[in-house]
């Protein structure tokens, strides 16, 4: 098997985890993942990440705080801006991907009781052991944020190649104050987004679905002739 073979093969296993096992990960297994992840591009070799990764006791009162704030009804208030609105394709595609999660856990279609709860499972982590929160230098701006993306995504990766299950969750960052109340956030850096770590449940229905991917014609645009 070729790299690229090796390399789509791993592209197509990782899935986002929205049930873990309680089971902690072995502390050299998410060094292993995190030392890979190390080796993403950034630009001007900036290498902006910084990851804070709660466990155990930690972990548990960080969790049950997030989970009073998201059932009190709280707004959102996050460091960094979230979409304004999703629209067209994008808006498709988000429903596309909530529906085939609903149908999956057995949430019908209008029952707002029902999709809350699950709602709150973004909170609860999806009862994984692991959360790594991911920050960003607020005098680097865009770019910052661009480089933890890449480092978000390559940590994914590694983590699936050693038999891990993740999810980036941008809820995480609804409430920074939560944050960094159980956290030791320096306070010159925004947050990015949260990773939730474990081992998955293959058994858990909502693992049981996979979203789909937009085909070359919908996002490539070709100027001028490509080498055949």
Known sequence: MDELASLDQLLARRHSCRAFRPDP???DLLER???AA???????NAQPWQVHIASGEPLERLRAALIARAGSGALAAPELDWPREYSGVYRDRRRECGWALYEAVGVPKGDRAA???QGLENFRLFGAPHLAVVTSPQDLGTHGVMDCGAWV?????AATALGLGTIAQAAVASWPDILRSHLPLPTDRNVVCGISI?????????NGFRTTRAPLSEVVTWVGEAEP
Do not use: E, I
């Open 153 to 157: 995504s390559n940590f994914m990766l």
């Open 198 to 206: 474990g081992f998955a449940d293959p058994t858990h229905p909502a």
């Open 38 to 44: 190390g080796r993403s591009a950034s630009w001007c």
């Open 33 to 35: 993942a995190l030392a």
């Open 25 to 27: 990960v072995p502390r």
């Open 115 to 117: 999709s809350a709860a």
